[in-house]
């Protein structure tokens, strides 16, 4: 979503300069064959420069990050929303070397060694993932020469990756962080049809922006459907300026993809003639095509939706998920049968033409159809650090319709299909042995307004505690700010 001038002013960007790969091989006529001979064709073999073969070094900004100092620890005695449709009262929650290790009833034993959380009279569900955010590209306090998360200066930026832009020391990372993310989805913003690629990241205080990145997570691209790039671009007489110049927008960059990806195919098969030239925006969306770089698509409207599928459709690629989707009741049985997720808000509406035709049952009606991807999302600051309330409000919207949906089915909204919504449902979002130790202790149900996250676990390490300023990490971006230097247990309900 776009609001306030594309999402306000920012702050900066924290400059990292990594090595590319050296030199790769490929196929290429000239070279010597195994035993010595000169041959030429796809048997030979050719050295370009460090940088000029996209497929050498698919991963030239590799994630650095390592776990914080954890031990052994048994959360028992707690209710325990597993994030798999299953609630255990009075259950065991084991995590060893950064996984879940056991979940289960009072009778699972604890091994000996491990340190006991007691629990009880608290809920434990897994750490809360935000699939839509824009901390750290336009972080706070916002300033306009640090305003990184659009690119907007040409309809397709396929090429800009945001986590470039991202300034770890955003301080809204630490509120988040309070409010039980333990992982998010940074996204540019939804000026450009193409907006460029998304970065995860877990929730830990880093200096660089590779120390927070999700290890092994797929990118996802942005795109952007409806009134946002029409008005950005048509308000410059510019294409695109209707919902037909969008959509030929995305055809002509996908044709352009395919073109590129097919003549790097031809070369690596042949390795007849020159190599084609790098092109970052066509190799992005040719990663779309082949599955690598997944779809995060911002869209409103249900008839715009059902044409990005067709487009899909049409140049054989998958949208993962539709964001905002605040019309996806209408087409809640397409979407489950594509398998593509609706991240969604509960109560924002109303703000352009496009986010008009509102329910707030929305998450509760995707919910419904068998394969179904339901789930809450942010693209604020402020919400992201009470993501559990806006999932009970959707939940109470669904009971009000006359929907049978369980706390234990909700919590899902905003741990395990958002992990599958940006690719590691195989990693997190669920308390399930071999999974991430990412999980949240709550004061009360997560579905309470009441509720506040007690202690958050990342990796199985303790990375906040509302009790201890040990585990109340601060930005110096604080200083002044009403609440800097209080322990978060003293500050006034909602403050943070």
Wanted: proline share 6%; aromatic share 8%.
């Amino acid at each position: 979503m776009i609001r306030h001038a594309l999402r306000g002013p920012s702050l900066a960007v924290v400059a990292c300069a990594l090595s590319l790969a050296a030199c790769a091989t490929t196929d290429g006529p000239g070279a010597p064959s195994a035993d010595g001979s000169s041959s030429g064709g796809a048997d030979t073999a050719r050295t370009l420069s460090a940088g000029l073969d996209y497929a050498a070094n698919p991963d030239p900004y590799p994630s650095t990050y390592q776990p914080l100092p954890r031990d052994n620890v048994a959360i028992v005695g707690g209710t325990v929303l597993t994030g798999t449709d299953q609630k255990i009262e009075n259950g065991v929650v084991l995590m060893s070397d950064g996984k879940v290790q056991a979940v289960g009833p009072a009778s699972t034993p604890v091994p000996a060694g491990y340190s006991v959380v007691d629990a009880r009279g608290r809920f434990v569900t897994p750490g809360i993932i935000d699939v839509h955010s824009h901390l750290g590209v336009y972080p706070s306090p916002g300033v306009q020469g640090m305003s990184d998360g659009n690119e907007a200066t040409n309809p397709n930026t396929a090429q800009v990756w945001a986590e470039h832009s991202l300034w770890p020391q955003d301080p809204g990372f630490n509120t988040a962080r309070a409010g039980g993310v333990t992982t998010l989805q940074i996204l540019p913003g939804s000026a450009n049809l193409f907006g460029g690629r998304g970065v995860t990241v877990r929730n830990i205080p880093s200096i660089t922006m590779q120390g927070m990145k999700f290890p092994g997570a797929p990118y996802g691209v942005k795109m952007a459907c409806g009134e946002n790039p029409s008005r950005v671009y048509g308000s410059r007489n510019q294409s695109p300026a209707t919902g037909m110049g969008n959509v030929a927008g995305y055809r002509a960059a996908f044709i352009a993809a395919q073109d590129y990806r097919d003549k790097w195919d031809k070369w690596r098969k042949t390795g007849e003639g020159s190599p084609p030239t790098r092109n970052l925006q066509n190799e992005t969306l040719a990663g779309v095509l082949d599955g690598s770089i997944l779809v995060q698509n911002h869209c409103y409207r249900a008839d715009e939706m059902a044409v990005m599928m067709d487009i899909a459709e049409e140049f054989d690629f998958r949208i993962t998920a539709f964001h905002h989707a605040i019309e996806a009741y209408k087409l809640a049985p397409q979407l489950a049968q594509a398998g593509i997720c609706a991240d969604m808000w509960t109560g924002w509406w109303g703000f352009k033409m496009e986010a008009l035709d509102a329910v707030e049952e929305n998450a509760a009606l995707v919910d419904a159809p068998a394969g179904s991807c339901a789930v809450i999302h942010s693209d604020d600051a402020q919400l992201t650090q009470r993501l559990n309330q806006e999932a009970a409000a959707a939940l109470a919207a669904g009971r009000r319709a006359g929907m049978a949906i369980s706390e234990e089915r909700a919590i899902s909204w905003i741990t395990s299909n958002a992990a599958r919504s940006i690719g590691i449902a195989d990693e997190t979002g669920s308390l399930e042995p071999g999974k991430r130790g990412d999980l949240v202790i709550w004061s009360a149900n997560p579905f309470s307004v009441y509720a506040r996250a007690d202690q958050v676990y990342i990796d199985g390490a303790l990375t906040f505690d509302r009790t201890d300023p040990r585990y109340q990490p601060q930005s110096d971006f604080e200083l002044g700010q009403p609440g800097y230097g209080l322990r978060a247990a003293t500050i006034a309900a909602g403050a943070r």
